[in-house]
Every structure is written in structure tokens, then in C-alpha cells.
């Protein structure tokens, strides 16, 4: 399975922008590229996910590099609440591994009131 | 109510005993999934179920089973527990991957063995 990278934590402020960067160069051209966090003491919870194009929803925008080799999660503006574990993932779409989603270590986003 | 219900939510027990864990979930999905997670780790994946008939092994299956008792519910057991089995669980859920492929976790089960 492709693998992904990312910084094993990362610091903001308060009502400031948050990148948070994702490696995988070994992605394939099937692979989508999804983004959970876990939030403490609970479940992961979905985020947002992409395959080509740069993405936005209610929570977040997703920024994918043209190669796809790497991908940026963009918080625009960071709350307390956006305190948790950010997993980058990259998910199959088919073959024996369809469907599964393999999670790294993530990143450890701590925002500063 | 959660749409993915875990129960117990925490559970001590023994080594050698055997522990189930359940899982259900109201969200009508097809596929559930039992992850595991361990201190500064990621989450690793157990066991996974595409529908009622298909029971799939993860990265690390030895020493666990899974039934698939009803579209909504899929139990996770360890027939004889080992401490290095003390973790959190996870079960997740999710519909058709040709949609937003979204998996949906339960709050988790915090499982020790002594």
C-alpha cells in the first residue's frame, strides 16, 4: 500500500491559517487521498478527501499537488476546538484492497489560544 | 443516539479470558470494520466486513474473530486474551465507496488485560 508522510506535530494560534502537509510519493492513480482527525478521547472523524482537484467543504480545503505526490490540508481559521490528530490516508480504489483505509502515526495540531 | 454504538465502552479483564466486543450501528451501511489503537499510534485494521456474507482479515488479525451477526452489527472477540491486547478499539462503518468512501467510528472500547 502507499504510504504517506507527515510532521509528527505542528503548532497555530488561534483564528490563524493552518497548513498541514502530506507526503506520498508513491501514490497511484487510483489512490484518493483522504483526511481524518481525532479529536481527544473520541473516534476519528472524517474531514475531507480528493483525488485530482483541490477540494473545499464546511470544514476544510484540501490542496493537491499537481502531481499528486503531496497534498496540504488547509484549516482557514483554526479554533480550540481543531486541536486533535490529523491523518492523512490514501485510499484504494480497487483491487483486494478496496475500500480498506490504512492509518500513519498523523500529525499532533496544538492551537494556542 | 450515536449512529455506531460500542459496548462496553471500557473493560478490565484477565489473561486467558475471552472478551467480545459489540458493535452496531443505525446508519443502514453494509461495510463495519473493528480497528485498533495503541499509545502515539495510528489505527491499525483488525478485521473488515463488505456485507452480512464477507468477512475480510487486516493487517493484524492473529488472536482476534469477528461475527457478522446482522447488516447492523458486527462483534469483535478475543478468545483468549493477552495483555498485548490492552488497546482501544474502534468499530467504523461506511457505505458505498463510490460516494464520498466516509467511514463512520464508534466512540471506542478501551480494553485492558492484566
Known amino acids: 500500500d502507499a504510504k504517506t508522510t507527515q510532521p509528527n506535530s505542528m503548532e497555530s494560534n488561534e483564528e490563524e491559517p493552518v497548513h498541514l502537509p502530506c507526503n506520498h510519493s508513491?501514490?497511484?492513480?487510483?489512490?484518493?487521498i483522504h483526511w481524518y482527525r481525532q479529536l481527544p478521547s473520541q473516534g476519528p472523524e472524517y474531514v475531507i478527501h480528493g483525488l485530482t482537484s483541490n477540494v473545499n467543504n464546511r470544514m476544510a480545503s484540501l490542496a493537491i499537488a499537481e502531481d499528486r505526490k503531496s497534498s496540504t490540508l488547509i484549516l482557514h481559521r483554526a479554533t480550540l476546538r481543531d486541536a486533535a490528530v490529523y491523518y492523512c490516508?490514501?485510499?484504494?480504489?480497487?483491487?483486494?484492497?478496496?475500500?480498506?483505509?490504512?492509518f500513519g502515526q498523523g500529525t499532533i495540531l496544538t492551537v494556542h489560544p | 443516539d450515536a449512529d455506531v454504538t460500542q459496548t462496553p465502552r471500557n473493560r478490565i479483564t484477565k489473561t486467558g479470558k475471552r472478551i467480545m466486543l459489540e458493535c452496531s450501528q443505525t446508519k443502514g451501511h453494509d461495510r463495519m470494520y473493528w480497528y485498533r489503537q495503541d499509545p502515539g499510534l495510528g489505527l491499525r485494521l483488525i478485521y473488515y466486513s463488505f456485507d452480512v456474507k464477507d468477512i475480510n482479515k487486516g493487517e493484524i488479525s492473529d488472536g482476534y474473530s469477528v461475527s457478522r451477526q446482522a447488516q447492523a452489527k458486527f462483534s469483535l472477540s478475543l478468545e483468549s486474551a493477552i495483555p498485548n491486547q490492552t488497546a482501544l478499539y474502534f468499530c467504523a462503518t461506511s457505505g458505498s465507496f463510490a460516494n464520498t468512501g466516509e467511514l463512520f467510528f464508534g466512540e471506542g472500547s478501551r480494553l485492558t488485560v492484566l
Open positions: 508513491t501514490i497511484s492513480g487510483t489512490d484518493y
Open positions: 490516508i490514501l485510499r484504494t480504489a480497487g483491487g483486494t484492497s478496496y475500500g480498506k483505509l490504512t
